[in-house]
């Protein structure tokens, strides 16, 4: 098991010398010690530390943000950035259709445009305003069509066509066109679609929408995953196990090929023990089941990838998720 091969026992990979930054710094060549710094953090981390920009007097301690790794940001402003992405998804931003909903005879009507509600969705993506602008930042006009009545409805949609990188610059698109709209509740001014664009391109230098060789960030092709029937002439015996305050239970269920359940075992026991020993139980009164049931041909299925991955002497570990 890979607990009792020591496998899961995370090592540290710093060095004894390693526990500065500036152990990791080759002072002879002025820069980071690359082949340390990737092996550590790996390739995509490794060579954003390794491509900071560091005067050769030395700076004050910074934070910097990766998302951009042309350019140092305040605390304040990476912050920000991520509440919003939170409160896009939870649909708590204050629009005027929001604000509306708990201020009796508040004017809904959008700021900019003046002729819809200000929904979420109608701030982002159907104002006009908001539509100059997400084509001026090359947003392909398949994912500005179709009508939405959800806003994450239509992010699930464009996650979809981007890769992580596109996703991080289109979002960084979307807070400027939010920022655009309280400039102009608060200042009564709103700046040009390309001036929007060109702050975009401040904050990620290397902009672009669509990135053809790498994967998008929510696969298109979604294959939906459930409990399958087994093959004519098979029973397929299901085993699980759950472990939660000093508890564990055990369960275990036969199919047969039509799906129908033949018979099923339960056990709850107050005994405290690691959740892959209660799925090592589990598979073993599986077993236990279909020798009661003279099961000719079998099949066992468990969600537990360790248990699987041992049962079939597997040398490495193959999670899938779904």
């Not at 340390?36 to 004050?60: A, Q």
């Not at 402003?77 to 939170?86: F, P, Q």
């Not at 655009?180 to 702050?199: L, P």
Request: overall charge positive; glycine content about 6%.
């Amino acid at each position: 098991m890979e607990g009792i091969k020591g496998e899961s026992v995370c090592r540290s990979p710093f060095k004894d010398d390693e526990r500065k930054v500036k152990d990791l710094w080759d002072h002879r060549n002025k820069r980071p010690k690359r082949e340390r710094v990737i092996k550590i953090y790996g390739n995509y981390l490794g060579d954003c530390i390794c491509n900071l920009t560091i005067s050769p007097n030395g700076i004050k301690d910074t934070r910097t943000w990766l998302q951009n790794p042309h350019g140092l940001y305040m605390t304040k402003l990476a912050y920000s950035w991520m509440i919003l992405k939170k409160r896009i998804g939870h649909n708590i931003l204050l629009t005027f259709d929001n604000i509306a909903r708990i201020r009796q005879g508040f004017n809904n009507t959008c700021p900019r445009c003046k002729s819809s509600e200000e929904t979420l969705i109608h701030v982002m993506k159907d104002c006009p305003k908001a539509c100059e602008i997400l084509v001026a930042g090359g947003l392909n006009n398949m994912l500005l069509d179709g009508n939405y009545n959800n806003y994450i409805d239509w992010i699930e949609d464009v996650f979809c066509e981007l890769d992580n990188k596109a996703a991080a610059d289109f979002l960084t698109l979307l807070w400027n066109n939010w920022n655009d709209k309280n400039n102009m509740v608060f200042k009564g001014k709103m700046g040009a679609a390309v001036m929007i664009w060109e702050r975009a391109q401040t904050l990620s230098k290397d902009f672009r929408i669509f990135n053809l060789t790498e994967s998008s960030i929510i696969s298109p092709n979604q294959v939906k995953k459930g409990w399958t029937k087994p093959l004519t002439g098979y029973v397929k015996v299901n085993v699980d196990a759950s472990v939660s305050n000093g508890c564990r239970v055990v369960r275990v269920v036969a199919r047969d090929h039509d799906g129908f359940v033949i018979r099923g075992y339960y056990n709850f026991k107050e005994n405290s023990m690691d959740v892959i020993w209660a799925e090592l139980e589990a598979f073993q009164e599986g077993l236990k089941l279909a020798e009661k049931l003279k099961v000719a041909q079998l099949i066992v299925e468990s969600d537990s990838a360790t248990l699987v991955n041992t049962v079939k002497k597997r040398m490495k570990d193959i999670i899938i998720m779904g």
